[in-house]
């Protein structure tokens, strides 16, 4: 298995600015994902985070929204930018290992925007 | 379009009595299908998963059934304990590139 840690755990940004949400695995894993959990709903995928290129991003989430990095094999990093009150969910990351199809979750970073 | 579902949003169970969580998939494509247990204010926890060319998968307390003709999948949890009081995830991936798609969760409640 692997650990994921996220930060911040939580914070609550103003309408208009960006919040950078940091993700770091414990070991070397092939694939990085974010999702995101609007209130009362399921996961959903927001882009797949390749090592040293441009993430994959699905439909209805675009680069300018979320930009994502990911330097490393065990790194990256989602913005939200010029965030507004429907943004405010929970930001999970997650990872695979070689090999492997289940996902390992971070705890989560929740976000509220006023 | 929602390809995973969980039609039961809440699922109430006797402590010792077995949990039966259920889950449909409308994509024929689906290859493999997982499980995870959410607690509050936590990520969700990886429980158990099935490959497509099995029926059924055991782990511990926690039995995965797969019917494949009908696109259902179910999990048993024999004997259901307090500490299963929490939203379980049904997920499924295609191989597309590892991306897996969840249900909307079922909130299971454990009492004593």
């Known amino acids: 298995s692997a650990v994921i840690s996220q930060k911040p755990s939580r914070d609550i940004c103003q309408r208009g600015t960006s919040l950078t949400i940091q993700c770091q695995v414990d070991s070397q894993v092939t694939m990085m994902f974010w999702y995101r959990q609007q209130p009362g709903q399921s996961l959903t995928l927001i882009a797949t985070a390749n090592q040293g290129s441009e993430a994959t991003y699905e439909s209805g989430f675009v680069i300018d929204k979320f930009p994502i990095s990911r330097p490393n094999l065990t790194f990256s990093t989602l913005t939200v930018s010029n965030m507004s009150p429907e943004d405010s969910s929970i930001y999970l990351c997650?990872?695979?290992?070689?090999?492997?199809?289940?996902?390992?979750f971070g705890p989560g970073t929740r976000l509220t925007v006023t | 379009d929602q390809q995973v579902k969980q039609n039961s949003p809440s699922l109430s169970v006797q402590e010792g009595r077995i949990s039966i969580l259920n889950c449909d998939y409308t994509n024929s494509m689906f290859d493999y299908f997982l499980w995870y247990k959410k607690y509050p204010a936590e990520g969700p926890t990886f429980l158990i998963s099935?490959?497509?060319?099995?029926d059924k998968n055991e782990d511990g307390r926690f039995t995965v059934f797969l019917n494949k003709s009908a696109k259902h999948l179910s999990l048993h949890i024999v004997p259901s304990q307090p500490g299963d009081s929490a939203v379980y995830f049904c997920a499924a991936s295609d191989g597309n590139w590892g991306k897996l798609q969840f249900g909307a969760g079922t909130q299971v409640v454990v009492t004593p």
């Open positions: 997650s990872a695979r290992l070689a090999g492997g199809v289940e996902q390992y």
């Open positions: 099935i490959s497509s060319i099995k």
